[in-house]
């Protein structure tokens, strides 16, 4: 009876389903489409957040989706922690803790160790956070815990990995001139933060040689320390036995005083038209200026506007000059990249071939001018706008994401209400916020133009003579050398 | 954060020599998947995945790449990822009957542009009184002409010409415009040699947004900005390959490399035939490869899938059937005789590449070549071990079997550390070949190489886009199900299946090299 039911209802289904096929009845613009909405709220880091009896802050976020664990602590401090003589510290120690084998065990016993468990860990340090991750089998978990602990906690900084690391790492020096993108962005952060600051500094040949055992122990002992730890777990776990079993982990381990906050940069940006030599078909550019702090009021409008200026991808105003309608290059774009103690950066960017470098150029200072002097249309600001609302979600989809937001906002101390009030926030504002942070942020004359490339082939222009290099700060180029990779000397 | 590089990948050898392997197949993940299939031959494969809600990664993938091309169109399939972008009647354009009349107009120019550097500018090319019959610095009087004609209609179709905006028929990057309010991310699309794949990430309740885009693209691109989008794809050659330090000797080792296949030619294409298609020809390709027996879907994420086929049926079904099938890739690779050299000096670090010809992916041996590479790779692997830290003579060395649809290859690559040459490391590595084939990889360095294998078949499925891409790549080359019996087969590779594997292909007739060295001063 049931079964026969079943039938008909099947029966009765099906001339419907023909209907919906008929082509007839797809809409004519996508914007006839009626979408079911799709509510989201931010989820509440304090759901995920522990407190091991040692004071240690656990997010964890447990899902049975796949026999993986995912374990990540972040230190506080990275290249920020550097001494003025020896750039790159932190991140070598980084490296030398994962190369370098344990108190107990040789490097290549370690190594042998983990690989047979077909455990994957990782140490690094950026600029402000040094961070140690694990992925394991959750079969291998204890095994695996303890051999990264045992890593953390002692490692061995081995002689032979530190030469052999030492090598890499010079070679990887000798490439500094090789690629015009690398020059670019180390000649931009000079620039923009001096060249002493962690953001820009890099160690010569000279100071990776003389980098000692006794220093990365030192470096080692100042930021990995469950003092300076929040800890992240992902995967496939139970809540309890895990808080067990890092409690277990961390016992006995000296706490020190977290690590500082990362000094600001003293430098400022000296406006103008900068050059670096590079032999190449295409000139690459940079057109910024120091920008805003991350809790900045202005940050979510700031964002906004960066999305309809060079953000937002084939929407965004960049790439429909410069890309969609000129085809002067294939990639161009801006970035917003506050910092959270000091201000950070704005930059747009484009590659583009040696006679249509200065056309993009104009082209890309005409959209900042204009964004400041004509209000944004209200159809403009919606689409961006709601790419951002829309999108807003994703960077909480996978679990490891959602804990990183966690871990970074609580040790930047990000306000607690950021996340529940940004689309609020957003939706609230309005084409003269815009262009009012667009007139205090983004202002031409306070910027630099960078261009690596082919000077003598760059300079002139078009054939068309739509623009040539004369056309901005006077026509007054300052050249910048390139730089010995190894030294750093300025090169003849 | 949200930072773009559409048409981005344009190749991506590795994903698929690195299908992952299990340890113990009996612990495998299954990935389920459920296949679909409308009535004109457009085949949909969807995996419903709850552990990421509201959001679902979903593209579709046309059975072709640069191998299917010849000598005039190479890079038309990159191309076409260009073109799909630009829209059709309805998105792109306020006006679409005044926008086709642009598109004629402007055709009927660049044909007599083309017809007359094709014929004049390169023979005067050919007889030395020009340095590039392309460079419109070597143009005739009537050549400045008809370009300033082009240039001019091509404005005026943006809406930027004398008639100002109310003149113009496109409308900028609508398609981007469309799903941006919709709120997709990552759109993107890549070409490869085997495969164009186009895929995006849209919220849940989107997904007929999805449907609707794709398949309005599906059916009716109108190939939009034929003309002047050629002169982004230079950019973006210019971008890979002519400005990165080893762009264009890595092009030529491709050449040398393959002597008839179409794996010869670069994805991107070769600068003349970048500027010398015809909108015949993309027509035609239109017609062969991008029908929906040709094509197929793949949906990843959170999802009710009963709900995905009614709107795939809905909308998809008004693909029309190809009238012809592509035609067979019929040009087998040639047997190598003689090994061949290169030897390149420039801005990099003194390294060698040597390349070996193999097996097509799905040949018995490939799963012992990956096997092989496994050995070789990663921090305990030999080549760390004996060139890296044993001889000290490397900063990195690594290798990768890349199994293509028609013919594969092994390459080794490796850097030098200090005062060692490119030649140390090539000989090191033919003695660290010549213990693989002299005696069996120990039992527990197999089981090391295959545990590792296994773990990544799970790792593999921890992002949906990551899911995806190995669908895609699966299914292209040989058929989805091997996502769930390749790790049998991994597992299965024996000591002797791998010194097998590196007695056979390893000749060094076989073997093609090149040697870097950095340029001096």
Redesign the interface.
């Known amino acids: 009876m049931n079964r026969r039911m079943f039938l008909v209802l099947v029966m009765s289904l099906t001339p419907m389903a023909v209907r919906a096929a008929d082509p007839a009845k797809i809409p004519a613009r996508p914007e006839q489409l009626e979408f079911a909405p799709l509510a989201f709220e931010p989820p509440a880091a304090a759901d995920y957040r522990h407190v091991l009896t040692d004071g240690t802050v656990v997010f964890l976020a447990p899902s049975k989706e796949l026999p993986l664990v995912k374990l990540s602590i972040t230190f506080k401090g990275g290249g920020s922690l550097d001494p003025a003589d020896a750039p790159g510290l932190a991140a070598f120690t980084a490296q030398l803790i994962r190369e370098g084998g344990t108190d107990a065990m040789k490097p290549t016993e370690f190594d042998e160790a983990l690989d047979f468990l077909a455990t994957e860990v990782g140490v690094s340090a950026g600029d402000t956070f040094t961070t140690a991750s694990m992925n394991c089998l959750k079969s291998n978990f204890d095994e695996s815990l303890k051999l990264f602990l045992a890593m953390l906690r002692s490692p061995g900084f081995d002689a032979g990995r530190l030469d052999t690391t030492k090598a890499q790492r010079l070679a990887q020096l000798a490439e500094r001139n090789d690629d015009a993108a690398a020059i670019l962005a180390r000649e931009w952060k000079r620039l923009a933060f001096g060249a002493d600051h962690f953001e820009a500094a890099e160690p010569t040949a000279d100071q990776v040689k003389a980098l000692s055992r006794d220093a990365l122990a030192a470096m080692h002992q100042r930021i990995v320390h469950p003092g300076n730890a929040i800890i992240a777990v992902s995967g496939d776990f139970d809540e309890k036995k895990m808080l067990a079993a890092l409690e277990k982990a961390l016992a006995g381990w000296q706490r020190g005083p977290d690590a500082p906050d990362p000094v600001a940069p003293t430098a400022k940006l000296s406006p103008g038209l900068y050059h670096v030599p590079k032999d190449i078909p295409q000139g690459k550019v940079v057109i910024g200026k120091r920008s805003i702090e991350r809790d900045d009021p202005d940050a979510i409008p700031l964002v906004l506007l960066n999305e309809i200026l060079g953000a937002g991808g084939f929407t965004s105003r960049l790439m429909q000059k410069v890309r969609s309608n000129e085809g002067l290059a294939y990639s161009v774009r801006s970035t917003i990249q506050p910092r959270v103690t000091y201000p950070g950066d704005f930059r747009a960017g484009f590659e583009s071939k040696n006679a249509t470098v200065a056309l993009a150029t104009k082209i890309v200072m005409d959209e900042i001018r204009r964004i400041r002097e004509e209000l944004v249309s209200e159809d403009e600001i919606e689409t961006a706008r709601r790419g951002l609302v829309e999108t807003f979600p994703r960077q909480f989809e996978s679990k490891p994401a959602m804990l990183q937001v966690f871990v970074n906002d609580e040790w930047t101390k990000r306000p607690a209400d950021f996340w529940k009030t940004f689309r609020t926030k957003l939706e609230a504002v309005t084409a003269a916020d815009l262009q009012r942070v667009a007139k205090k942020h983004l202002d031409p004359e306070a910027m630099a133009i960078i261009v690596v490339g082919d000077w003598d082939a760059i300079a002139p222009g078009d054939l068309e003579k739509r623009a040539s290099m004369k056309e901005f700060f006077g026509g007054k180029v300052i050249h910048l050398p390139l730089r010995d990779p190894l030294t750093l000397d300025p090169l003849p | 954060?949200?930072?773009?590089?559409?048409h981005g990948l344009r190749v991506v050898p590795l994903l698929f020599a690195i299908v992952a392997v299990i340890?113990t197949p009996a612990?495998a993940?299954q990935v389920a998947v459920e296949e679909f299939r409308l009535e004109n031959g457009m085949e949909f494969l969807l995996v419903p995945?709850r552990?990421?809600?509201?959001?679902v990664s979903a593209g579709w993938v046309a059975r072709v790449g640069s191998v299917n091309e010849r000598p005039g169109i190479t890079g038309i399939s990159h191309f076409f990822e260009h073109m799909m972008?630009k829209g059709t009647d309805?998105?792109g354009t306020r006006d679409p009957a005044k926008d086709a009349r642009f598109r004629a107009e402007q055709k009927a120019i660049r044909d007599e542009i083309n017809r007359i550097v094709w014929t004049k500018q390169y023979d005067r090319f050919f007889k030395g009184e020009i340095d590039d019959p392309w460079n419109?610095?070597n143009d005739t009087q009537q050549l400045r002409v008809l370009r300033a004609r082009l240039d001019d209609l091509i404005r005026a179709q943006?809406g930027?010409g004398p008639g100002g905006e109310a003149a113009g028929t496109i409308v900028?990057?609508e398609?981007?415009?469309?799903y941006?309010?919709?709120?997709?991310?990552g759109?993107n699309a890549f070409t490869s040699n085997d495969i164009t794949c186009y895929f995006i990430?849209v919220?849940?309740?989107?997904l007929?947004?999805w449907a609707?885009?794709e398949s309005d693209r599906l059916n009716g691109s109108v190939f939009r900005?034929f003309y002047?989008?050629?002169?982004?794809?230079?950019?973006?050659r210019?971008?890979r390959t002519?400005?990165?330090?080893t762009g264009k000797f890595e092009e030529q080792f491709d050449a040398m490399f393959w002597a008839s296949s179409g794996y010869s030619w670069p994805v991107i294409g070769w600068t003349s035939d970048l500027n010398s298609y015809t909108f015949e020809q993309a027509q035609e390709y239109w017609n062969v490869y991008y029908r929906p027996g040709n094509v197929f879907g793949v949906l990843v994420g959170d999802f009710d899938p009963a709900e995905a086929k009614?709107l795939i049926?809905?909308?998809f079904?008004?693909l029309k059937p190809g009238d012809r099938a592509p035609p067979p890739v019929v040009t087998l690779e040639v047997q190598q005789l003689a090994e061949q050299r290169m030897i390149a000096s420039g801005?990099?670090?003194p390294a060698v590449d040597i390349r070996y010809h193999t097996v097509p992916a799905g040949h018995a041996d490939s799963y012992a070549l990956d096997m092989l590479a496994e050995v070789l790779n990663?921090?305990?692997g030999r080549l760390y071990?004996g060139l890296?830290?044993g001889r000290?003579i490397a900063?990195?060395a690594s290798t990768y079997s890349d199994t293509r649809k028609y013919a594969g290859l092994f390459a080794v690559s490796a850097?030098?550390?200090?005062d060692a040459t490119p030649e140390d490391l090539e000989l090191a590595w033919y003695e660290e070949l010549a213990k693989l084939q002299a005696a069996d990889v120990p039992d527990?360095e197999l089981?090391?190489v295959k545990?590792?294998v296994?773990?990544?078949n799970?790792?593999k499925?921890?992002?949906n886009m990551n899911l995806f891409i190995q669908l895609a790549f699966s299914e292209a080359l040989l058929d989805w199900r091997e996502i769930n019996e390749g790790p049998a087969k991994y597992e299965s590779v024996t000591a002797a299946d791998i010194r097998r594997v590196a007695k056979k292909y390893f000749d060094s007739t076989n073997r093609s090299v090149a040697i870097y060295r950095?340029k001096a001063n």
């Open positions: 954060m949200f930072q773009l590089s559409r340890a612990d993940q995945r552990d990421q809600p509201n959001v972008f309805t998105i419109p610095a943006q930027r900028k990057d398609f981007d415009q469309v941006t309010r919709g709120g997709g991310s759109m990430t919220p849940s309740n989107k007929e947004l609707w885009m900005e002047s989008e050629r002169d982004v794809v230079h950019e973006e210019r971008l002519e400005s990165t330090p009614k049926t809905k909308y079904s008004r801005d990099f670090p990663e921090r305990t071990a890296v830290e000290g900063a990195g850097q030098a550390r200090g527990r089981r090391k545990n590792r296994a773990a990544g799970f790792r499925l921890e992002s950095r």
